[in-house]
C-alpha cells in the first residue's frame, strides 16, 4: 500500500493546503473518486490479503527527523513537508494497518530508493508484489518500475490506485503496462479465491 494516509486522502491533508482556484476542481473530483471507489477497494484487497495470509506493508510520506532534513531533494523543492508521528502521516481508519503490519516511511517517490523495503523483502522470501495506493504517476510508478528492475513480479490494481486527474492516471497505466502486470479489484479477489480452494 504506496502512501495512503491522510496528507493526501483527507480533504484537510497537507497535499490540499497550498492548491490555487485553478487546482481545487481537480482536487475535489480526486478526493471524490478517493472516498467512493478507491478506498473502498484497497479495503477489499486488504481483506483478501489477510484472509489469503499475504503479507501487507504499508508505505507512508513521513520525516524522519523532527525538521525534514532527511527528505529528497525532490520532496525539499517541491514542499513535501510530512512531519514525524504527525496527523498527515496517518493511514485512515478504512485501510489502517493491523498491529503486526509493517508501515515503513518514506522521504523520496521511490519507496525502494529513500528506505530498506528491498532489504525487508528479500527477508521475507517476498518475490512478488501487489501494488495499490497513491499517486498512480508518482510514488506508484516509482515502485512499480523499479521493483521490475530489482527482479520483483509485479501485479498493479489498477482501480486501487488513482493520481489528481484521470487522463494522468490512464497515461501512466499505459507507461508502465511493460514492468507488471495491471488487473482490477475485481479479478484480484476472484485470484486469491480460486487459490485459497485449490490448496
Not at 177 to 196: K, M, N, P, S, W
Amino acid at each position: 500500500m504506496i502512501d495512503v494516509q491522510n496528507y493526501g486522502v483527507d480533504p484537510k491533508g497537507g497535499s490540499f493546503a497550498k492548491l490555487g482556484e485553478r487546482d481545487l476542481d481537480d482536487a475535489n473530483r480526486f478526493l471524490h473518486l478517493v472516498h467512493a471507489a478507491i478506498l473502498p477497494n484497497q479495503a477489499r484487497l486488504l481483506r483478501a490479503c489477510r484472509s489469503a495470509g499475504i503479507e501487507v506493508i504499508y508505505t507512508v510520506i513521513e520525516n524522519l527527523t523532527i525538521d525534514g532534513r532527511d527528505r529528497g531533494l525532490d520532496y525539499k523543492i517541491s514542499g513535501i513537508d510530512v512531519r514525524k508521528g504527525s496527523w498527515d502521516a496517518k493511514v485512515p481508519a478504512i485501510v489502517a494497518p493491523l498491529p503486526d503490519e509493517i508501515v515503513i516511511p518514506k522521504t523520496s517517490s521511490s519507496v525502494f530508493i529513500s528506505t530498506n523495503i528491498d532489504y525487508l523483502l528479500r527477508n521475507l522470501r517476498i518475490r512478488s508484489l501487489v501494488i495499490a495506493g497513491f499517486l498512480t504517476d508518482q510514488c506508484v510508478d516509482s515502485a512499480v518500475r523499479d521493483a521490475c528492475d530489482l527482479g520483483y513480479l509485479v501485479t498493479l490494481i489498477t482501480d486501487a490506485c488513482a493520481t489528481h486527474t484521470r487522463e494522468r492516471h490512464e497515461a501512466s497505466l499505459r507507461n508502465n503496462r511493460g514492468y507488471c502486470r495491471q488487473i482490477t479489484t475485481d479479478e484480484f479477489v476472484a485470484e486469491v479465491e480460486h487459490l485459497r480452494k485449490t490448496q
